[in-house]
């Protein structure tokens, strides 16, 4: 079983940067791949950031390729997203997620991972 808590988010103004953290319990994290999605209200939840097992692997949405870095440090079972000029349309809650594995396949799907962090509330104002 492996737990996920993310941590980090906040009320910020647009062009503000934020980092969010996700802590992983459990001594799979260095072989599972990582997941950041959100889900602002009344839309569905969607990909933002994906990293592999060892890191060397990132994928980005369109929407914030050049703005948000994913990474992580296995050490501390811990996976970052940094977020650079946000912008209103980034308000949503940002969850992780993770697969156990070294798969990579489908890191942009959200049924493919086996496990979420409940969320932390990322709000952009104009």
């Known amino acids: 079983q492996v737990q996920l808590v993310e941590s980090g988010g906040g009320l910020v103004q647009a062009g503000d940067s934020l980092s969010l953290s996700c802590a992983a319990s459990?001594?799979?994290?260095?072989?599972?791949?990582m997941g950041w999605f959100r889900q602002a209200p009344g839309k569905e939840r969607e990909f933002v950031a994906g990293i592999s097992w060892s890191g060397g692997r990132t994928n980005y949405a369109d929407s914030v390729k050049g703005r948000f870095t994913i990474s992580r440090d296995n050490a501390k079972n811990t996976v970052y997203l940094q977020m650079n000029s946000l912008k209103p349309e980034d308000t949503a809650v940002y969850y992780c997620?993770?697969?156990?594995?070294?798969?990579?396949?489908?890191?942009?799907?959200?049924?493919?991972?086996?496990?979420w962090g409940q969320g932390t509330q990322v709000t952009v104002s104009s």
């Open positions: 459990g001594r799979t994290f260095s072989t599972s791949t």
């Open positions: 997620a993770a697969r156990q594995g070294r798969y990579y396949s489908s890191i942009a799907a959200p049924d493919w991972y086996d496990y």
